[in-house]
């Protein structure tokens, strides 16, 4: 899987559920990012992690947690809060200094029953 | 921050023929601009890139090109076959965070 591993590949959620996407990579990659891709547009950013202990908000982070407690790890939790959570989500990672370009997961479709 | 706008949306071009995207963006200070390949239900690919520190990169029929006055930078397929068909992303960083175009879905008939 190139290195970084999604799981799982399609995950139902419950109205007022939280869930969480797991993202694991063992490329050594110092940062860690989260997308989400609705159907017919691009890619926009909700977290991302460029060390260890730390992350950021992206364009569209109401409504979603992140952890970063391990390199290889930065798994996504999806609140009760964000309202509209059926998406394709995508965990991408990238060496810090130079390299970068982006690797991504094979990408989580959530949909809300 | 950082907003990139790509065109076409979608374009059909004749197998065997050529196929152009362009995208503009709005930071000056951004210096690389990769480019992903995505299959339906697939995950992004990276096809070719480029550094601002270079105004053309090819690699076999793909072909990237820069123009930092501008703030745009095209993609360029030739020879197009029916596997090129796909949705193609543009996107631009300055810090490593990549913000991307809205994609464009290029249909290759036979």
């Known amino acids: 899987d190139g290195g970084i591993t999604q799981s799982p590949k399609y995950l139902f959620r419950k109205e007022g559920q939280n869930v969480t996407l797991s993202c694991e990579q063992n490329l050594n990659h110092d940062a860690m990012y989260w997308y989400r891709q609705d159907p017919g547009q691009g890619l926009r950013l909700i977290y991302y992690?460029?060390?260890?202990?730390?992350?950021q908000k992206g364009d569209i982070a109401e409504g979603y947690s992140v952890s970063r407690e391990k390199k290889e790890s930065f798994p996504l939790t999806v609140t009760s809060a964000q309202k509209n959570p059926t998406a394709f989500y995508l965990c991408?990672?990238?060496?810090?200094?130079?390299?970068?370009?982006?690797?991504f997961g094979s990408g989580t479709r959530l949909t809300v029953v | 921050g950082e907003n990139v706008e790509q065109h076409p949306s979608t374009l059909s071009v004749q197998e065997g023929d050529s196929a152009v995207i362009k995208c503009t963006y709005s930071d000056s200070a951004s210096n690389y601009f990769p480019w992903y390949k995505q299959e339906l239900g697939k995950r992004p690919q990276l096809i070719i890139d480029i550094r601002s520190n270079v105004g053309e990169k090819k690699d076999q029929r793909i072909a990237v090109t820069l123009n930092k006055t501008a703030k745009h930078f095209s993609l360029h397929i030739t020879e197009t076959q029916p596997e090129d068909s796909a949705v193609y992303f543009c996107?631009?960083?300055?810090?490593?965070?990549?913000?991307f175009g809205q994609g464009t879905r290029l249909t290759i008939n036979p």
């Open positions: 991408a990672s990238s060496a810090l200094r130079g390299q970068g370009g982006y690797t």
């Open positions: 992690s460029q060390i260890v202990n730390d992350f």
């Open positions: 996107a631009a960083s300055k810090d490593q965070k990549l913000v």
